[in-house]
């Protein structure tokens, strides 16, 4: 089997490519970085220098794959998704596996750009698993700034609940969907074992650490401007302060059992994620990469 990962230098597609090193693949990877994915797998993949906004440039590493693992990041999300899947569809790459979001049930902010990414894919016609997760554990990352140096976290969110989901059990699912047929031509809403409010997830960092953290309100507008300053365009910062008004109004609070049902055990909890980061919480550390 024969698997091309993209997105391999990223927080899921790092781990789906550890995975299939550990069942003894040596899977392909696509990055911009060769120096990054070098240092992260060393010489046990194969690495192809690529830009999915270049999909020409792409042929080479899609070439004799059977399997794609396909993160496409950001506006663009469904113009590259169309592209690698009619590459893909010529080039009779068996399988298409997404990853996408559970945002797409809800219509909303990024979960729009991957509804009609998936819309692309299934009209190109490639078989296809599209990997849908609610939000990630480990966004939680971007918080150690304000945790370390003033023991703060701030959101729009309010009192509104997500059942985030340990980033090992989106990529655990996700090699399931690589390498095996049940989950062929199926959408996979994948979510965490718990819906917590973003204030129940500050007090858990500050028991793993040992800090009392405070957890503050804030308004759209401020959420806005303080996202902003990080973003790439307007169009993300309004597709995530849109995100975290369905979460503050209970819209994304959900859970599925998907991930039992795939892996035959519980998913993860966040507990678990924190005991794994709680260094980067720590004001004597340095803040997380990235
Ligand atoms: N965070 C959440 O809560 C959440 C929830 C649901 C769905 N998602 C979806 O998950 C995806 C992000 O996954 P992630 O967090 O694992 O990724 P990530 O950590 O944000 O890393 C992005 C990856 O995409 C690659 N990449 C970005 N632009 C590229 C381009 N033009 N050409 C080739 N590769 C490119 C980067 O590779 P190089 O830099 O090495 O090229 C990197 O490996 C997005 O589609 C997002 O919408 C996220």
Not at 28 to 38: D, E, P, Q, S
Not at 51 to 80: H, K, M, S, Y
Not at 169 to 185: F, M, N, P, R, T
Not at 191 to 218: C, H, N, W
Request: charged share 25%; net charge neutral.
């Amino acid at each position: 089997m024969n698997c091309l990962i993209t997105g391999a230098t990223g927080e899921v597609g790092v781990r789906v490519t550890r995975l299939l090193l550990k069942s003894g693949l040596r899977p392909r990877i696509l990055t911009r970085n060769a120096k990054k994915a070098r240092a992260l797998f060393d010489d046990n993949v194969d690495i192809f220098t690529g830009d999915l906004g270049a999909p020409d440039a792409l042929r080479p590493a899609f070439r004799g794959t059977d399997a794609v693992f396909l993160v496409n990041v950001g506006p663009q999300i469904p113009e590259r998704d169309r592209a690698a899947a009619r590459l893909a569809r010529e080039l009779g790459i068996g399988r298409i596996v997404k990853l996408s979001s559970l945002d797409v049930e809800a219509g909303l902010a990024i979960g729009a750009w991957h509804e009609r990414g998936e819309t692309e894919i299934r009209a190109a016609g490639v078989p296809f698993v599209f990997v849908r997760p609610t939000g990630f554990m480990s966004n939680f990352l971007a918080w150690a700034a304000s945790i370390q140096a003033q023991g703060v976290v701030r959101s729009s969110t309010g009192s509104g609940r997500r059942p985030f989901i340990h980033p090992e059990d989106i990529a655990e699912v996700s090699v399931v969907a690589l390498l095996e047929d049940a989950c062929l031509g199926r959408a996979l809403p994948i979510t965490g074992p718990d819906s917590l409010t973003f204030a129940e997830a500050t007090m858990l960092i500050g028991k793993a650490i040992g800090r009392q953290l405070s957890y503050q309100v804030i308004s759209d507008e401020e959420a806005r401007e303080r996202y902003a300053r990080i973003s790439g365009s307007a169009e993300e910062t309004e597709a995530h302060v849109a995100l975290w008004r369905a979460i503050r109004e209970g819209r994304l609070a959900a859970t599925t059992n998907t991930v039992e049902q795939i892996l035959a055990r519980k998913p993860l909890s966040l507990r678990q994620w924190i005991a794994e980061n709680a260094q980067w919480f720590c004001a004597s550390e340095a803040l997380p990469p990235g």
